[in-house]
């Protein structure tokens, strides 16, 4: 299996701050990575997909970047609502693997 | 509109048995995966495994093969996780989700199902 590993855990912005979930996979995926955005007590959400495509409704603000086996996910001008736990997820093979999530806070 | 609704919260005892839903709309259900994601409290998503609804065709992710069982019925657009014999350590938020046929990943998601398992 294809293991996701997150970096950091836990980070902690202001509102206004930009900044940068890393992801690795231990072996190449391609640009099959995707980007989800999850808040308590809801079901994860969609941002990004093929590693740098933006899914339809979700602000530029987001935005991903990386192939074979090292991605980012970059959050610019971090706002309220933006402040929850994000998840990378390959898809390149069976079974899909999440990393083990980026929870974002407020400083 | 995509539309992925889940059967509600359910508080079982250890030993039971249980079966939860998943039912798709706004879309041709038996044309995409469906796959189920475990979250236990405070912890991370894990997939569980996926089914083809066309065929029923499953595939279990290696932690959860022998633990529960995937199926489908494409007449009613439904999917269902069971598990046959519920133990504590199952309580957690279950969601299923669907593939896209535009970017190929699971974008569609339920509103998750809350199983406790307690005595």
């Known amino acids: 299996d294809i293991q996701m590993t997150q970096s950091p855990s836990s980070l902690s912005a202001s509102v206004g701050d930009r900044v940068i979930i890393t992801c690795r996979a231990s072996q190449g995926i391609s640009t099959y990575l995707a980007w989800f955005q999850q808040k308590p007590g809801k079901a994860p959400r969609s941002l990004i997909y093929a590693a740098s495509s933006l899914q339809s409704g979700v602000p530029s603000k987001f935005s991903g970047s990386g192939s074979g086996t090292d991605f980012t996910l970059t959050i610019s001008n971090l706002q309220p609502e933006d402040f929850a736990t994000y998840y990378c997820?390959?898809?390149?093979?069976?079974?899909?693997?999440f990393g083990q999530g980026t929870k974002v806070e407020i400083k | 509109e995509v539309q992925l609704v889940q059967s509600g919260a359910e508080v079982k005892k250890p030993g039971e048995s249980l079966k939860i839903s998943c039912k798709g709309s706004g879309y041709s259900f038996a044309s995409y995966v469906i796959g189920w994601v475990r979250q236990m409290p405070g912890r991370g998503l894990e997939w569980m495994g996926i089914?083809?609804?066309?065929?029923?065709?499953?595939r279990y992710s290696p932690s959860f093969q022998g633990q529960v069982t995937i199926s489908a019925d494409k007449s009613i657009g439904t999917a269902y996780l069971q598990w046959s014999s519920l133990k504590a350590s199952d309580t957690a938020m279950y969601y299923c989700a669907s593939l896209s046929g535009t970017t190929g990943n699971f974008d569609y998601w339920g509103q998750g199902t809350l199983v406790t398992v307690s005595s």
């Open positions: 089914i083809y609804p066309s065929d029923s065709d499953t």
């Open positions: 997820q390959q898809y390149n093979s069976y079974p899909p693997k």
